[in-house]
C-alpha cells in the first residue's frame, strides 16, 4: 500500500501535461482526483495506478465540467407535456420579449405612475384576470407551492374535506396527503375510493372546517361502479355552510380541445362560470406557458394569499412574470398559434403524415414505415385518453434503436417490438435534423 502511495501522480507534473487548459481549473480537478485515488487506496478499492488512466479521467472531468449537463432532445414520444423532458415549449418570440425583459431593468416591482414601490403580482393579475373571468389572479414558483400556500393561508390547524377518489401522488412524488400535512391543513378524507356523495362532504363538516377542496385526479381514472361530486355541487355546499371552496386543477385549458377531449373535462372558462373561492392550476400543463402555479380567485382571498410571508418563499422572477403575461395575452389575442403546446395537439392526422413523409424521403436507405398510431397529452392532464398520431415505425432491433437513438439526444418509444419516432411531437424545424441523425446511423453501418 506505501508503495501505491508513492506511485501516485505529482500534482505539479500533471498540470504541465495539459498546457492547452485553463490551469486553474485544472490544477482544482487535480488535486481532487488524487484526493480521491488517495481514498481509494486507503479503503483498498484499487490495487495499481494507471498514469494514463488518471490523465484521462482528469481530462473527462475539465470537459465535463464545462459543457451544459442540460441540453436539447429530439422528442420523439408523441406525449405533448412529457414531464421528463421538459414540459411545455414556449414560442419564440414570446421567449424573445422575455428576454429583452430580463436581459433588462424592468419595472418589476416600480409603480411608473407613482414613482415608487409597486408590486410584481399586479402584471399578470391583470390579464389572467380578464382572461379567466376572475376577480383576481396570483402567480407562484409552480402549482404545488400554489396548493401549499392556499391550504397554508386559509386551513392551518383546519380541517379540509377531500374525497377519497382524489388523494393523488402525481410525478416527482407530490402527495396530497403530505402537502396537506407540510402546509399545516388537517386532512378529512371522505367518502370511498370509487364513489364519493355530497351527504359524505356535508357529514364532516364541523366547527374546525375551513373548506371542501377538490382534487383534480391527474393520472389516473376511476371507471365502473363510480361516483363523485362536480365542482358546482362543492361550491354551492361551501356557499351554503360558510366554507371555502378550493379546486386544484392540476391543469387547465382555454379553447374547446380536438379528438373530444373536451368531452372528458370542462375548460377552465367554464369552471369559472361558477364563481368558486379558489382554483390553482400549472403554467407549464396544458396552458402551455412556463413552469408557474396560477391561482385564480376572489379579490379578498388572493389579498391573504399575498399576506402570507410564504409567499416570499414563493415568488416568480421577471422573467416568469413576463413569459406568463405574454401568453395570456396570446389566449385573450385567441393567437393559440403562440401556445406550442395547443399548436401540437391542434396538428392534424394529415400534416403529421405529411412531415413522416418528409423525413422518409430525406432518409432514402432508412426500412422503415408510416403508421396511424396513438399517443397521450401527458402531463397529467386527459389521463388514460388516447389522442391519434403519425410515426415511422423502424425495422430491426427496436431496443438497439432506441439507443442509438437515444445517444444522439433523440428519444422515441418502443411499441410492439418496433421503435418509432412519432411525429405529434417532433417540431417541424427538427425533421432536417432527426433525417441527418438517422442517415448518420445508418452509414456508421449501426447493426441493429
Ligand atoms: C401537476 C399537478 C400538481 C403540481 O403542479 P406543478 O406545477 O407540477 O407543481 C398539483 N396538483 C395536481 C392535481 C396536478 O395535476
Same mark, same amino acid.
Not at 89 to 102: G, M, P
Not at 150 to 168: D, I
Not at 380 to 385: C, D, E, L
Given at each position: =500500500? ?8 505529482? *500534482? ?48 473527462? +472531468? #475539465?470537459?465535463?465540467? @464545462? ?42 416591482? #416600480? ?18 384576470? !380578464? ?18 400556500? *392556499? ?9 379540509? %374535506? *377531500? ?13 396530497? /396527503? ?9 386532512? +378529512? ?21 375551513? =373548506?371542501? =377542496? ?31 371552496? #378550493? ?10 380541445? /380536438? ?16 364563481? /368558486?373561492?379558489? &382554483? ?5 400543463? @396544458? ?35 413576463? @413569459? ?13 398559434? +403562440? ?9 392534424? &392526422? ?37 389522442? /391519434? ?15 442509438? !437513438? ?34 448518420? @446511423?445508418?452509414?456508421?453501418? %449501426?447493426?441493429?
Amino acid at each position: =500500500m506505501q508503495n501505491l502511495f508513492r506511485q501516485i501522480p505529482k *500534482v505539479d507534473k500533471v498540470i504541465q501535461k495539459f498546457k492547452d487548459y485553463d490551469k486553474e481549473i485544472i490544477s482544482k480537478i487535480t488535486k481532487e482526483v488524487i484526493e480521491q485515488l488517495r481514498e481509494d487506496i486507503k479503503n483498498k478499492k484499487i490495487n495499481e495506478i494507471d498514469e494514463s488512466r488518471v490523465l484521462k479521467i482528469i481530462e473527462n +472531468k #475539465y470537459h465535463d465540467i @464545462l459543457t451544459p449537463s442540460i441540453k436539447n432532445v429530439i422528442n420523439a414520444t408523441g406525449v405533448i407535456i412529457h414531464t421528463n423532458l421538459g414540459r411545455s415549449l414556449i414560442d419564440e418570440e414570446i421567449f424573445e420579449r422575455a428576454k429583452q425583459i430580463s436581459t433588462h431593468y424592468c419595472n418589476l416591482e #416600480y409603480d411608473l405612475d407613482k414613482g415608487k414601490r409597486g408590486d410584481r403580482y399586479h402584471h399578470t393579475a391583470k390579464h389572467l384576470s !380578464f382572461l379567466f373571468g376572475s376577480e383576481d389572479a396570483l402567480i407562484v414558483n409552480n402549482n404545488a407551492a400554489a396548493v401549499f400556500l *392556499v391550504l397554508n393561508t386559509f386551513a392551518k390547524n383546519k380541517e379540509v %374535506v *377531500v374525497s377519497r377518489g382524489e388523494l393523488v401522488e402525481i410525478g416527482g412524488s407530490f402527495r396530497v /396527503p403530505e402537502v396537506m400535512n407540510a402546509s399545516g391543513a388537517i386532512l +378529512k378524507e371522505v367518502g370511498t375510493t370509487n364513489k364519493t356523495h355530497k351527504k359524505d362532504y356535508i357529514n364532516a363538516i364541523n366547527e374546525n372546517t375551513a =373548506m371542501l =377542496m377538490k382534487v383534480h385526479k391527474s393520472n389516473y381514472s376511476i371507471e365502473g361502479f363510480t361516483a363523485e361530486v362536480s365542482f358546482d355541487e362543492i361550491i354551492k355546499m361551501a356557499r351554503e355552510y360558510k366554507l371555502l371552496d #378550493y379546486y386544484d386543477l392540476g391543469s387547465a385549458y382555454v379553447p374547446k380541445l /380536438p379528438y373530444s377531449l373536451s368531452n372528458y373535462e370542462p375548460s377552465i372558462l367554464d369552471i369559472m362560470k361558477h364563481n /368558486p373561492s379558489l &382554483v390553482s392550476f400549472s403554467g407549464d400543463k @396544458l396552458f402551455g406557458g412556463v413552469q408557474a402555479g396560477i391561482i385564480l380567485g376572489k379579490k379578498e382571498l388572493i389579498a391573504k394569499l399575498k399576506q402570507n410571508q410564504i409567499l416570499r418563499m414563493f415568488r416568480v422572477d421577471k422573467i416568469t412574470i413576463s @413569459l406568463i403575461e405574454e401568453t395570456a395575452i396570446a389566449y385573450i389575442k385567441k393567437n393559440y398559434d +403562440k401556445i406550442p403546446t395547443l399548436k401540437m395537439l391542434f396538428t392534424s &392526422v394529415d400534416e403529421l403524415k405529411k412531415r413522416a413523409d418528409k423525413f422518409l424521403s430525406l432518409t432514402p436507405s432508412l426500412r422503415a414505415e408510416i403508421i396511424d398510431t396513438f399517443t397521450y397529452v401527458g402531463g397529467g392532464t386527459m389521463p388514460n385518453k388516447k389522442i /391519434p398520431s403519425v410515426a415511422v415505425a423502424i425495422d430491426g432491433n427496436a431496443k438497439k434503436w432506441e439507443e442509438r !437513438f437515444r445517444e444522439k439526444l433523440v428519444i422515441g418509444r418502443i411499441e410492439n417490438e418496433k421503435f418509432l419516432l412519432d411525429f405529434r411531437t417532433i417540431q417541424e424545424d427538427e425533421i432536417e435534423k432527426l433525417a441527418a441523425i438517422t442517415n448518420e @446511423l445508418l452509414s456508421c453501418g %449501426v447493426r441493429v
